[in-house]
């Protein structure tokens, strides 16, 4: 069984200051992957950054890094420089890499709001 | 490239309407997905095709009926919907590599209202 946790249902962060999105998860896989989409008002779900579970440095994706603590089970993701279009809500997912294919879980998501 | 792209963005539909939902990648995926969304809701797995096989059903009424064509397409037929069908349908692919990262791409989604 897989569980996303993302305790944040809403975050304001001033425009060009940095932010942190949190997740935690459990998992019985003993390899598995950390994703965080972003879904504008728009609706479409865009990729932002991917996590391995035996990668040993932390992702990074220009403005974006993930925080990953294997042993507390986290995987953070920091927004730094904030941006107006960066308002949007935000998703943690894993996928186990021994469940079956296309069965990844999503948190609950959280509310980004920049502000100008 | 990493474009999904789902027809029609909106859809308006009766009770009785029969409709379809496309999706079309052509990024050499292998694996295609349909997820329902509820408004500040996480996505929910709908249907998983890999190799245009149907690998995954998620207990799905039998009023959503998924197709796949060709590897580069996905079809969603819909008849006879209730309103609480009502909702964003999102659809995703990707390369299926079991292990790997295998991350899925979504299109921007069809904001489906049955009324």
């Known amino acids: 069984a897989q569980k996303i946790t993302q305790t944040q249902p809403g975050m304001f962060v001033q425009e060009k200051e940095a932010v942190t999105l949190d997740c935690t998860y459990d998992t019985s896989d003993p390899s598995y992957g950390l994703f965080w989409y972003k879904q504008p008002s728009s609706g479409e779900m865009i990729f932002l950054i991917y996590q391995g579970s035996y990668d040993q440095q932390n992702a990074t994706e220009g403005r974006y890094s993930l925080n990953f603590q294997k042993a507390r089970k986290s995987a953070n993701l920091v927004i730094s420089a904030s941006q107006l279009g960066d308002s949007a809500m935000y998703f943690c997912?894993?996928?186990?890499?021994?469940?079956?294919?296309?069965?990844?879980?999503f948190g609950d998501g959280t509310t980004l709001t920049v502000k100008p | 490239d990493t474009e999904v792209t789902q027809t029609p963005k909106h859809l308006v539909m009766g009770m009785t309407n029969k409709k379809s939902l496309k999706c079309e990648q052509h990024?050499?995926?292998?694996?295609m997905y349909w997820y329902k969304q509820k408004a500040k809701k996480p996505p929910e797995l709908m249907f998983v095709y890999s190799y245009e096989k149907l690998s995954i059903n998620e207990s799905v009424p039998s009023r959503f009926s998924p197709e796949c064509p060709n590897s580069s397409l996905l079809n969603l037929h819909l008849h006879a919907l209730q309103p609480e069908d009502s909702a964003l349908y999102l659809c995703a692919s990707s390369q299926e590599d079991r292990g790997r990262a295998d991350i899925q791409y979504f299109g921007a989604g069809t904001r489906l209202s049955v009324l």
């Open positions: 990024m050499g995926h292998r694996a």
């Open positions: 997912a894993m996928r186990g890499f021994n469940t079956n294919a296309g069965k990844s879980t």
